[in-house]
């Protein structure tokens, strides 16, 4: 099956400790995103990457890094930078398309929440 | 801030449409209309989307009014398991590497 995973689904931390997010798609897309949810909000961009080796920030990257050394994956560390780490993450991708041809759909995955103890 | 504005719930009967409206007074003429939902605890799953004209997939229909102001989903035989938080967001197509910005969203209950 196609599709994004995201893993695991729980993840429970000590504070202070890094912990590293996995995301996987074998949709061959090439743009790849970070989204962060707390309880009863939207979705919060965190980092995104368009290409193999380069990455963006997005609203909220403090105390986060990610990498994206293939296509296919695109991991993102919490660091023991980040103040508030408890929330549920998403990582989606989308197909990339030239400006005016239908949009560049992005798609999720499962999503994994984080708790930090 | 999202630039759509949507009822925060809506209930339906089974069997029976849903319509999910939304209004989008200040989109501009390159963005598009996108629909996901969010089942409680899950990732968002994508819709339907569309530009100006009406849209029709396996799973919904998109009207959009012809100012494009505002638009709305039509779920046309819900059932109990399309019971979720359903967003409506603009964004401009291609090649934007940018975000989905998701407001509030309906949060729709299918009751049998």
Known sequence: ?117 | DAKTTQPPSMDCAEGRAANLPCNHSTISGNEYVYWYRQIHSQGPQYIIHGLKNNETNEMASLIITEDRKSSTLILPHATLRDTAVYYCIVRVGGNQGGKLIFGQGTELSVKP
Request: aromatic share 12%.
């Open chain 1, 1 to 117: 099956d196609g599709g994004i995973t995201q893993s695991p689904k729980y993840l429970f931390r000590k504070e202070g400790q890094n912990v590293t997010l996995s995301c996987e798609q074998n949709l061959n897309h090439d743009a790849m995103y970070w989204y962060r949810q707390d309880p009863g909000q939207g979705l919060r961009l965190i980092y995104y990457s368009q290409i193999v080796n380069d990455f963006q920030k997005g609203d909220i990257a403090e105390g986060y890094s990610v990498s994206r050394e293939k296509k296919e994956s695109f991991p993102l560390t919490v660091t023991s930078a980040q103040k508030n780490p408890t929330a549920f993450y998403l990582c989606a991708s989308s197909p990339l398309r030239y400006r005016g041809v239908s949009g560049d759909t992005q798609y999720f995955g499962p999503g994994t929440r984080l708790t930090v103890l």
